[in-house]
């Protein structure tokens, strides 16, 4: 289950906000490697470090590092912080952080009795890629506008793994990101997406949230088979709480897989299936035959949620100007702008909520 090597660091390629890229040198040759020094320490060039090597012989795109598992002959200082909630639990690299909702936080008084996101748009995604495009068509119209991450569980645990997501921290277009589930690493630990989402509201002050796993989605070409179910359990969370759910359609042209043509299988089965509460579906509107067929793949949705066509005039030019790298599946704006378009349509709906 687990690819083992012991390898020597070569040199620091890069890093950001939780996490170093390395460079490594294995008996079977170099490569990449990832660390996220709270857990583990910073390695440093010669350092011994013990890898755990799977994803990168799996060759898997978003996850393609070997991960440093230890740095074992200078191990990290013991934590002294408090934080009650263990994450990645009964794995070997299981961590205690503290929750925003436990009892020693600061914001347990805040959160104890919350029960209300006082109207807060939610924006829903399946995908981890579509958060920076939501963002760009959200701030082509409120620039102003204070907007949380919250991070589901189904793709990369450690939320320092998303470069998107420092890098969006770091430029101001999110004021915190919120991990909940057994995802850990954001600047709020949460939880249940419950109290991310009350979190994002009462102890980050947002206007508005985006909810999306994060990166690393699984999928299985399978009805039900795939993480982003959570899409339609994070509309009914948000809807309980007294939110505003926004859906986020999956939409591609550019996808080889039929199935995720036209707005995705996933979108239809976690909008159309697993979503109970009522949520307002943005629909992008695309021009040509491209642009009918998602119309009309979307109004099978229009039983169960309000459609709402937004007009996509003026987002690629928005979108050209996000400070991170758009990228989805391996697929930039050229390879694929409808699913960018898409996501950014529903980051302009979210702004007129927002009034």
């Not at 755990?52 to 200082?77: I, K, S």
């Not at 999110?174 to 109290?195: N, P, R, S, W, Y």
């Not at 980050?204 to 399978?222: H, S």
């Not at 307002?280 to 109004?299: E, M, S």
Request: net charge negative; charged share 20%.
């Amino acid at each position: 289950m687990i690819r083992w090597r012991k390898g020597e660091v070569l040199s620091v390629r890069r890093e950001w906000p939780g996490a170093v890229e390395l460079q490594v040198s294995l008996p079977e040759g170099d490569c990449r490697a990832l660390a996220y020094p709270p857990l583990v320490g910073r390695p440093e060039p010669g350092d011994t470090v013990l890898l755990n090597t799977t994803a990168l012989a799996m060759g898997l795109g978003t996850g393609g590092y070997a991960m440093v598992v230890a740095v074992p002959d200078r191990l990290p200082e013991d934590p002294d912080g408090p934080g009650h909630l263990v994450k990645a639990r009964y794995t070997p690299l299981q961590a205690t952080v503290l929750g925003a909702d436990e009892q020693d936080s600061p914001y347990h008084e805040v959160l104890r009795e919350a029960d209300s996101l006082d109207g807060m748009p939610v924006v829903v995604a399946d995908l981890h890629s579509a958060l920076p495009a939501i963002l760009c068509g959200l701030y082509g119209t409120r620039p102003s506008a204070k907007v949380a991450y919250v991070m589901l569980d189904g793709g990369a645990l450690p939320g320092w793994f998303s470069m998107s997501a420092a890098r969006l921290r770091e430029t101001g277009w999110l004021c915190g990101v919120v991990t909940t589930g057994q995802a850990f690493g954001g600047d709020v630990e949460a939880v249940t997406v419950h109290t991310g989402l009350l979190a994002a509201r009462h102890v980050l002050g947002a206007d508005a949230a985006i909810v999306a796993q994060g990166p690393g989605n699984l999928g299985t070409g399978t009805r039900w088979g795939f993480s982003g179910v959570s899409a339609g359990e994070a509309v009914n969370a948000a809807a309980v709480l007294g939110g505003r759910p926004v859906g986020a359609l999956r939409v591609s042209q550019g996808d080889l897989r039929e199935r995720h043509v036209g707005v995705s299988h996933h979108s239809l089965t976690a909008y159309g299936r697993v979503a109970l509460a009522r949520a307002q579906v943005v629909v992008p509107g695309l021009p040509g035959d491209f642009g009918a067929r998602v119309a009309a793949q979307a109004a099978g949705l229009a039983d169960r949620h309000e459609l709402v066509t937004v007009p996509v005039d003026g987002l690629e030019e928005l979108l050209g100007r996000s400070p991170v790298r758009l990228s989805t599946m391996g697929r930039g704006l050229a390879e694929d702008l409808p699913a960018f378009l898409a996501s950014a349509a529903a980051g302009r709906h979210t702004a007129a909520l927002l009034g």
